[in-house]
């Protein structure tokens, strides 16, 4: 899913591309996108761009009149500019905005269509779509520290919740994580002053960087890679491999959909964390440190 550095860029890029510019059409592609009848679809034509906004994971567009179209991509959604008539991305297109210099492509990725488009009326229209979440960029480390600690959950879960924190979720709160040195599962209500200043300035140095490097990959152009997964990530879809920090190898701990990744001698002090669905397999076998991990990774290896 787009994440707060990846709407940010998608945002910069609609400013330069929109901004002032009237909105000529809307062609949706998809009756599952649309998921608001009031005011109607039609009154956005004709409205000139006037501004642009991120709520969380949304990106918000204001036309003239108050109005806003409110876009969730959720997990596939991506966006495409191209100032000549778009191709056809066939069964992932799911909405074409034509505005006077170009064309806006909305694409979605699986047969589960999950992003949306609401068009609503306002500051108050607004409102309602917006989780509430802290934006950390503009927040005091006090401010960071009264939502953070809010709440008893773990690391993991208080950094991905969009109620808590505005337009963070799995892959940079895995980075995040590794940054300051602590473990996903480390409870909010149990860190020091210390623990929590770092957390801070982790999370702004993480999201800074992240949203200076995608926006120079992308110079001008429109950006076309928008992945949760980076090469130059440290821990995040990067299981197995070796943490720059230290180089052990990254771990794991996957529930339902969602995969965690954190590296045990930066993070966990050594120890391996218990993933459901092979602790739950292994039981008493599972490795609880590092030594024990690399010495039954040298095993199997000498039994091959």
Avoid at 173 to 189: K, N, Y
Avoid at 195 to 204: G, N, Q, W
Avoid at 248 to 259: L, Y
Wanted: charge should be positive; aromatic fraction near 6%.
């Amino acid at each position: 899913m787009p994440e707060l550095p990846d709407i940010a860029l998608y945002i910069d890029a609609l400013e330069a591309r929109i901004a002032g510019r009237r909105l000529k059409k809307i062609a949706l592609k998809s009756p599952f996108l649309l998921r608001s009848v009031s005011p109607p679809i039609r009154e956005a034509e004709g409205r000139r761009a006037t501004g642009l906004r991120r709520l969380g994971k949304r990106i918000c567009i204001g036309l003239e009149g108050d109005l806003w179209l409110v876009l969730h991509l959720m997990i596939a959604g991506r966006l495409h500019w191209a100032e000549d008539t778009p191709k056809s991305f066939g069964k992932r297109e799911m909405a074409v905005l034509t505005f006077e210099n170009g064309h806006l492509t909305l694409t979605e990725a699986g047969s589960k269509k999950r992003a949306s488009l609401y068009l609503v009326d306002g500051e108050a229209g607004l409102a309602a779509h917006d989780p509430g979440g802290l934006d950390v960029l503009a927040a005091d480390r006090e401010a960071f520290t009264e939502r953070l600690t809010s709440a008893n959950h773990t690391l993991k879960r208080a950094l991905t919740d969009p109620r808590l924190f505005s337009g963070i979720g799995n892959a940079y709160s895995d980075e995040i994580l590794h940054a300051a040195g602590l473990s996903p599962v480390a409870m909010t209500g149990k860190l020091t002053e210390e623990e929590t200043a770092r957390l801070h300035d982790a999370t702004i140095k993480t999201l800074r960087h992240w949203i200076a490097e995608l926006a120079a990959r992308a110079g001008e152009g429109w950006p076309k890679k928008v992945t949760a997964f980076q090469d130059a990530m440290a821990v995040h879809g990067r299981y197995g491999e070796a943490c720059p920090v230290c180089g052990t190898r990254v771990q794991r701990i996957r529930h339902a959909a969602n995969e965690t990744n954190y590296c045990p001698r930066c993070q966990t002090g050594g120890k391996v964390l218990a993933d459901r669905s092979l602790s739950r397999l292994l039981g008493r076998d599972w490795p609880k440190s590092i030594e024990e991990l690399e010495e039954r990774a040298l095993a199997g290896r000498r039994e091959r």
